[in-house]
């Protein structure tokens, strides 16, 4: 079975650009996580997909970052402009099956620097 | 509110040695809890997970984790460290939110392990 799949796996950009990740869950499965993971912290979660629904955006710093899960499936974070704080490590996740305490498995994260 | 606490954010141990990462965690909610392994560069494993059956709960790579409810912990053991064994482990619990769970994680226990 494949995994979360994350792209790009490194990105480098300047302060107040923009930058777009991709992430493709686990077939199948229903729920669709985006992490925000910073130097030296454990993941912090940004934004919860429920198939094509939002169902927790509320870590998401919504004046700079915007999420969305077209038809379910494969989902794309966007931050636009970017800030120096913004480096970090993105993590996505899914799991299944719906509701429950389930586990969540995580892609290889796309790590980006903000100049 | 739930939390999680790890203990110690380096431990060191020598090639052989008992490995023993701490985990304290609030919980309003009977818990579910999970330990998680990260490798350099990659995203995060499941190493165990704590689900309200067996409260010693055996994983992969010879880890294992007791969860003590008086004690509110979930520690995670292995007999005899490895040298592969190095990396940043992070404990998790998981918070009801809105009908859906969020995974909430410690701050994480990066492991070394020396000759």
Known sequence: EAGVAQSPRYKIIEKRQSVA??????????????YQQILGQGPKLLIQFQNNGVVDDSQLPKDRFSAERLKGVDSTLKIQPAKLEDSAVYLCASSSPLGGRETQYFGPGTRLLVL | AQSVTQLGSHVSVSEGA???????????VPPYLFWYVQYPNQ????LLKYTSAATLVKGINGFEAEFKKS???FHLTK?????????????????PSGGYNKLIFGAGTRLAVHP
Do not use: K
Request: proline letters at 4%.
């Open chain 1, 21 to 34: 990740f991709w992430c493709n869950p686990i077939s199948g499965h229903a729920t669709l996580y985006w």
């Open chain 2, 18 to 28: 008992l490995v023993l990462l701490r985990c304290n965690y609030s919980s309003s």
């Open chain 2, 43 to 46: 995203g995060l494993q499941l």
């Open chain 2, 71 to 73: 004690e509110t912990s």
């Open chain 2, 79 to 95: 007999p005899s460290a490895h040298m592969s064994d190095a990396a940043e482990y992070f404990c998790a619990v998981t918070l």
